[in-house]
C-alpha cells in the first residue's frame, strides 16, 4: 500500500531519552496503556552499547571533537510530512515487525525517520576515524547516521541469524536524521537520490547471498535542503529523506583508530590517543559480544585477539571474493567503511559492473582508480593492516603480520571455489580450472562482454554427451552466438577506450615524468597516466576496425574459450553413469549462483527520478525484483527514460547519480521498455557517481 495514503495528523512529542527510559522502566504496560501501543510502540530496546563503552557527557549540539567516548548524545532533527517511499518486509522481519503493520501504523514514517523516539530509543552517533583514499583523515564519526537503539531478536528468530548475531540485539540507526557532533560542514541530511540507492542496494545484496547491514525503509518529506547538482552555481532544493538500516552493530575498523597516534603524513592524530584502556575496552566489547566462542576459547589475551583478527580477516576476504564475482563495486572502501564483522557497510558510491572491464570505477571521484573492481582484494589487505595497526599492543605487530600473510591464500580459495560454482566445475577442482577462468575473463574484456548476463548465459551451453567431441562444430558454434549477444559494439568499444585525461593535459604529464619526476609525483602517478595510454592505444586500434572485423575477432575468441570449457565439462563427467543428472545439477548450481538481475544504476535511476516526480511504484516494484534475483521473473520490462534529467549529489555529504542535461532543457524525454535483466542503454554511460 503506498504510504503516501497516510496522513499524519498527531504532532510529534519529544522526551530527553532519560525521560523516555523512566518511562520505559515504570512498565507502560502496568500504566494500563500498553494495549493500546503499536508494535514499533513495543519494540524491546536494550542498548548493551551505551553501558559498555565510554558515552560523551556533553550535549553540545555543535561540530566538536570527542575526546575519550564512542558514542555521542544526539537528537535527531523531525522531517516535515514524514513519508514512506518503500519498507523491506524481509529487514523489518529481523524486528519482529511486518510490513503491513509498519505501513499502518499513522507514526510509523515519524518512528523509522527518527522524527519521533520510540519508547526505550537513546538516539547517539558512533565516533570513529579513517583512512580516506589512503590518509588518515582524523576524527569522522556518524556525520548523518543516528543510532536509535538495539532491539531484541524475536524469540522465534531462526537459529541461522543468532548464529550470525550471536548477540541476539539488531542495532537499528537511522541515516539523514540531521546533525551531529561529527558532520563537519555538512548538514547531516541525505535526500531521495542517496537514500534510494542505499535502500536498494542494501536488499539487493542481502539477497545475492553477501553478508551485508539490511535497509528497513526509507522515508522521504516536505523537509528540504539546498544541493549544487553538477557544482555549477545553481543549486535547488531537494527533499530530505532517511534509511532506517539494521545490523549486528555499525562498529567498524575506523573504531579503532580513535586512539591512533599523530600520523607520520598527515599530522592528525585520534580524538582518543593515549586513552589506551577505552581501546582494550571496545576490543573486550566486540570479542564477547559477536566472537563469543573466540571469548570462550581463548583464556590468553593475546591469542584471544589474534584469533579475534584472523576471523575479520577471514570474513573480509571472504566478502570481497564475493564481490568480485557479481562484479560488485564498492566506490569508497576506506577504513571507515570497513565492517568489524565482514559486513557491506555503507552504500555512497557503488556499482555493479555492466561491460566486463577490470580497470572498473564506479566512483568518479576515484580520479586514481585506488577502489577500481580489480583493486578491491588489495586494499581490502590494506585496510586489514590499518586495523591491525590500530589494536596494537593489544595485538602485536608480529602476530597481525602473520595473519595478513594469510589472507591472499584465502582470498584465492574463496574466489576459486565461488568461480567454480559459477561455471559449473562442481565435481573435480583441476590446477588447469584457474587458467579457464582468466581466460573467460580475458575474452569477456578483450570482446566487451556484459559481466552479469555473460555469466548467466553459461548454464546453456551443452556438456558433451557420450560419443560428442568437446570442439563439435555445432554445439561450439551456438555457443558462441550465445555469448556474441552480450558482447559490446564498436561503438560501444570506442566510448570505452576514450581517455578521461585531456590529450595536452597528458602529454604534459609524460614531459614532466622524463623531465620533473617529483612535481610529476605531485600531479600524478604513473599507473594513472599508463592506463590512459592504454586507453589511447586501443582506442587507435578500433578506430583502424570495421565492425565486421570486430565481430569475426569476437566470435573467434569466444569459440576458443567455449572449446577449452566444453573439454573441461567433458572430465566432469568422465566416470559417471548418470549423465543428465550431472547436467541438471550443474545447470541448478549455475543458475542459483549466476543472478539474472543486479541493481544496475540505470534501474536505480529510473526509480530515483519516478519518485523525485512523486511515484514511489518505481522503488517498491524494483525491491520485488531484486529479492529473488536468481529467478526468472515474467514481466521485467520497466519505464525507462530515453531523454536524461542530468543527476549529481555533492561530494561525501550525500552520493548521487549525475547524468548528462539535456541542450534543449525539456528534461526527461519519451519512455521505452527496457527489461531490468537486459544489457544497459546506450544512456546508461552517461550515468556518474560521486
Known amino acids: 500500500m503506498a504510504a503516501s495514503a497516510f496522513r499524519l495528523t498527531r504532532p510529534s512529542i519529544w522526551y530527553p531519552s532519560a525521560v523516555l527510559c523512566r518511562f520505559s522502566s515504570l512498565g507502560m504496560d502496568n500504566m494500563g496503556i500498553g494495549a493500546s501501543r503499536s508494535p514499533l510502540e513495543r519494540l524491546p530496546f536494550d542498548n548493551v552499547v551505551l553501558r559498555k563503552l565510554p558515552l560523551d557527557p556533553s550535549e553540545d549540539p555543535g561540530v566538536r571533537t570527542v575526546r575519550g567516548a564512542c558514542f555521542s548524545r ?6 516535515k510530512n514524514p513519508r514512506f517511499v518503500a519498507v523491506s518486509s524481509g529487514a523489518l522481519a529481523l524486528l519482529g515487525l511486518s510490513e503491513e503493520e509498519v505501513e499502518k501504523d499513522p507514526l510509523g514514517a515519524e518512528y523509522l525517520s527518527g522524527s519521533r523516539l520510540m519508547p526505550g530509543s537513546e538516539p547517539a552517533a558512533h565516533c570513529y576515524c579513517g583512512h580516506q583514499f589512503g590518509q588518515f583523515a582524523g576524527q569522522l564519526g556518524d556525520g548523518a547516521a543516528c543510532y536509535l537503539g538495539e532491539v531484541k531478536a524475536p524469540a522465534d528468530q531462526s537459529p541461522e541469524l543468532l548464529k550470525e548475531n550471536p548477540s541476539g540485539r539488531w542495532e537499528i540507526q537511522v541515516k539523514g536524521a540531521g546533525l551531529t557532533p561529527y558532520s563537519r560542514q555538512a548538514d547531516g541530511r541525505k535526500v531521495l537520490r542517496s537514500s534510494i540507492r542505499e535502500f536498494l542496494c542494501s536488499e539487493a545484496v542481502f539477497a545475492l547471498g553477501m553478508p551485508t547491514t539490511r535497509a528497513g525503509s526509507i522515508v522521504t518529506s516536505d523537509s528540504q535542503v539546498m544541493r549544487d547538482v553538477f557544482y555549477s552555481g545553481n543549486p535547488r532544493m531537494e527533499r530530505c529523506s532517511v534509511v532506517l538500516r539494521i545490523a549486528p552493530t555499525f562498529i567498524r575498523f575506523g573504531s579503532f583508530e580513535i586512539f591512533k597516534q599523530a600520523d607520520e603524513f598527515t599530522g592528525r592524530q585520534g580524538p582518543s590517543y593515549g586513552r589506551d584502556e577505552i581501546r582494550t575496552q571496545m576490543l573486550d566489547y566486540v570479542i564477547e559480544t559477536f566472537y563469543p566462542e573466540i571469548q570462550q576459547n581463548h583464556s590468553d589475551p593475546v591469542e584471544r585477539n589474534t584469533a579475534f583478527f584472523r576471523e575479520v580477516m577471514l570474513r573480509t576476504a571472504r566478502l570481497v571474493a564475493q564481490w568480485q564475482c557479481v562484479g560488485f563495486c564498492h566506490g569508497v572502501l576506506n577504513t571507515d567503511n570497513m565492517s568489524i564483522l565482514g559486513l557491506t557497510l555503507d552504500y555512497g558510491p557503488f556499482g555493479f559492473m555492466d561491460r566486463f572491464d577490470p580497470d572498473f570505477i564506479c566512483n568518479a571521484s576515484d580520479n586514481s582508480g585506488r577502489y577500481s573492481y580489480q583493486a578491491q582484494p588489495a586494499i581490502c589487505r590494506w585496510n586489514l593492516a590499518r586495523l591491525a595497526e590500530a589494536l596494537s599492543p593489544d595485538l602485536p605487530s608480529e602476530r597481525a603480520q602473520a595473519v595478513l600473510d594469510e589472507y591472499l591464500p584465502l582470498y584465492n580459495t574463496f574466489y576459486l571455489q565461488n568461480m567454480r560454482r559459477k561455471l559449473g566445475l562442481l565435481r573435480k577442482e583441476e590446477p588447469e580450472d584457474e587458467v579457464l577462468i582468466t581466460n573467460f575473463m580475458q575474452t569477456m574484456h578483450n570482446t566487451g562482454a556484459d559481466f552479469t548476463n555473460t555469466f548467466r548465459s553459461l548454464s546453456q551451453i551443452s556438456c558433451p554427451v557420450e560419443g560428442e567431441a568437446a570442439d563439435d562444430t555445432e554445439a561450439i558454434k551456438q555457443a558462441t552466438e550465445l555469448l556474441l549477444q552480450q558482447c559490446a559494439s564498436l561503438q560501444e568499444l570506442k566510448a570505452a577506450s576514450r581517455p578521461t585525461m585531456d590529450p595536452r593535459e597528458l602529454a604534459m604529464l609524460l614531459s614532466m615524468a622524463q623531465s620533473n619526476p617529483m612535481l610529476f609525483n605531485i600531479l600524478s602517478d604513473r599507473k594513472t597516466v599508463a592506463r590512459q595510454l592504454e586507453k589511447l592505444s586501443r582506442l587507435k586500434e578500433l578506430l583502424e576496425t570495421t565492425e565486421e572485423e570486430l565481430k569475426a575477432k569476437q566470435t573467434e575468441d569466444w569459440a576458443c574459450w567455449i572449446k577449452q570449457y566444453r573439454q573441461r565439462l567433458a572430465r566432469e563427467c568422465e566416470g559417471v553413469s ?11 548450481v549455475m543458475d542459483s549462483t549466476n543472478p539474472c538481475v543486479v541493481l544496475r544504476n540505470y ?43 542530468g543527476m549529481e549529489e555533492p561530494g561525501e555529504r550525500d552520493e548521487g547519480e549525475q547524468g548528462e542535461p539535456e541542450e534543449d532543457g525539456r528534461g526527461a524525454g519519451n519512455r521505452v521498455l527496457v527489461p531490468y535483466d537486459s544489457k544497459p542503454p546506450a544512456w546508461a554511460n552517461e550515468i556518474c557517481v560521486t
Open 74 to 79: 544526539v537528537q535527531p532533527q523531525p522531517l
Open 578 to 588: 548418470d549423465v543428465k543428472m550431472v547436467q541438471e545439477e550443474r545447470v541448478q
Open 603 to 645: 534501474i536505480a535511476q529510473n526509480a530515483i527520478e519516478a519518485a523525485e516526480n512523486g511515484d514511489f511504484s518505481e522503488v517498491q516494484r524494483v525491491l520485488k525484483v531484486l529479492e529473488k534475483p536468481f529467478c526468472v521473473q515474467e514481466g521485467l520490462e520497466q519505464l525507462a527514460w530515453v531523454g536524461r534529467r
